[in-house]
């Protein structure tokens, strides 16, 4: 199994001598995690950059202290893939960043559109949205990647629109008359933007707007996939056919 992944926000040791992780991060590496002596992790902060460490031992129940290798920082992915994702009911947003996380998606963006039955708004609001960045979070550690995605503000169909056309190859799951997104022409680089509807299904008045911005409409399959589900699905499609699952 893979060395455990946690988060640090800087990467300063005393002089290359040992580091200690503390705080939450090495709470749960010395009580939870129960992490011994000999033992691999891996520091990161979560933007890229992150180091090989092997602990020296633990102090109390939240300080663990390791040898730290050089940090080095993996370079950003290419082409980057960005979901945009229709505000699902219930927990199921926070699965879908889950899932998206864990398969390898780059940014996800919120859009509360217009079938939405979930709309953020005020408090409620910024409650959503930190959950959906602390699960980015943790399915990031759990995934054992070191640079997680970003997860935007919630995002208006306009500005939605803004994105799109910005896009080097930019897609609409959307069944009726499309075409299938496992024969799209896709850019060897640069920037995909997928937006994923939601249980409703994405408005004409938003369908124009989409097209209006340069998106065509794509299916995955014959079978339709929750909106909860589907950008995941659709994000492992792109990897395999990007190459960036070779």
Do not use: N
């Amino acid at each position: 199994m893979t060395a455990p992944v946690f988060v640090v926000e800087h990467f300063e040791a005393d002089r290359g001598g040992p580091y200690v992780l503390d705080g939450p991060e090495g709470r749960h590496a010395v009580s939870v995690k129960r992490l011994r002596a000999g033992e691999d992790v891996v520091l990161t902060d979560g933007a890229g950059r992150w180091a090989h460490c092997v602990v020296l031992d633990t102090e109390g129940k939240d300080r663990l202290v390791v040898r730290m290798d050089p940090v080095t920082e993996e370079p950003e992915e290419s082409p980057r893939i960005t979901v945009v994702q229709a505000l699902p009911k219930g927990d199921r947003g926070e699965l879908a960043v889950e899932t998206m996380t864990e398969t390898g998606v780059d940014a996800i963006v919120p859009w509360a559109a217009a079938r939405c039955i979930t709309q953020w708004k005020g408090e409620r609001g910024l409650k959503a949205l930190a959950k959906w960045r602390a699960t980015a979070r943790e399915a990031g550690k759990q995934s054992r990647r070191v640079r997680f995605p970003e997860v935007a503000d919630a995002a208006s169909t306009k500005q939605v629109a803004a994105l799109l056309a910005g896009a080097d190859f930019a897609a609409v799951l959307h069944e009726e008359g499309s075409a299938p997104l496992a024969t799209a022409e896709l850019p060897a680089s640069g920037h995909i933007v997928l937006v994923v509807g939601p249980e409703g299904g994405v408005s004409p008045d938003e369908l124009a707007a989409f097209a209006e911005a340069g998106a065509k409409p794509y299916r995955l399959g014959r079978s339709v996939l929750r909106t909860s589900t589907a950008g995941t699905a659709a994000t492992a499609l792109l990897l395999g056919r990007t190459g960036r699952w070779s």
